[in-house]
């Protein structure tokens, strides 16, 4: 397919990354029903981020963004947590995550020159109060929407790709994804 492919392979233990796949964008489902579990604010992004909804745009001009690609590599983190109550633990494995993404992200520019659409797990962290909605982002290059806030069906999806969307008790899995190849 490219570069990247075939590297991602080989650095796949260096960056963290648990698991990953490839699929075309025409194998994703979406759902503007994720979207609306956005809505319910289980993760406090809803209405106060660039990266969560209504921020990243409405349901339908996403879904659009992801579809103007051919091709989306999907990857997980693993994170262990002292039990299944521990908020702390999942908090810490999501800002983890998001720093693994950063270095794949890093890696996919280092080995693809094309555009690319970045997706990461759940709302952003990096400011105490995010610009949202009466400036723009400060880090719009270190920062990322959840796939969810897409409204990626990421259960699906992780079946297409053939990766685990939970990985045992006690651990909590998170998601990140690139569409590449646009059309």
Known sequence: MNDFTTAILEKKDALQIHQMGFTPIADVHFSETVRHLCEANACGGYGSSWVCPPGVGTYEECKAAIQEYNNMFVFTTLHELEDSYDFEGMME???????ICLDVIKFF?????????ILAAERCTKCAKCTYPDAPCRFPDETYPSIESYGVEVNRLAKTVGVNYINGANTVTYFGCICFDKK
């Open 93 to 99: 494995g999501k800002d983890r995550h998001n720093e």
């Open 109 to 117: 520019r280092e080995h693809y020159d094309g555009n690319a659409l």
